[in-house]
């Protein structure tokens, strides 16, 4: 069992940055694969960035490709997202979630979510 708190979320203005963090507690973080995830209202919950148990391998989706970075520390338990040049269409709930299995763009793979935080960019 995997519990996620995600953290960091805010407003800022198009052009800026923001960390996300998502705290994991529970056994054997390091054997799961995290995913990153947004929501908009009124749309469907979409792909961001990905990265594998061991951190060697990384997803983005081609939205966010040069801008954002996946991150994981398997020491404290931790995955971060990088949130650069931040454009209004990046406003959504963002969710971070965890898989037992192989690193999936699809949020049906993942077994484990967190709440989700809040990210609001201004134009």
């Known amino acids: 069992q995997v519990q996620l708190v995600e953290s960091g979320g805010g407003l800022v203005q198009a052009g800026g940055s923001l960390r996300l963090s998502c705290a994991a507690s529970?056994?054997?973080?390091?054997?799961?694969?995290m995913g990153w995830f947004r929501q908009a209202p009124g749309k469907e919950r979409e792909f961001v960035a990905a990265i594998s148990w061991g951190g060697g391998g990384t997803y983005y989706a081609d939205s966010v490709k040069g801008r954002f970075t996946i991150s994981r520390d398997n020491a404290k338990n931790t995955v971060t997202l990088q949130m650069n040049s931040l454009k209004p269409e990046d406003t959504a709930v963002y969710y971070c979630?965890?898989?037992?299995?192989?690193?999936?763009?699809?949020?049906?793979?993942?077994?484990?979510w967190g709440q989700g935080t809040q990210v609001t960019v201004s134009s």
């Open positions: 529970g056994r054997a973080f390091s054997s799961y694969a």
């Open positions: 979630a965890a898989t037992p299995r192989v690193t999936s763009v699809s949020p049906r793979s993942y077994d484990y």
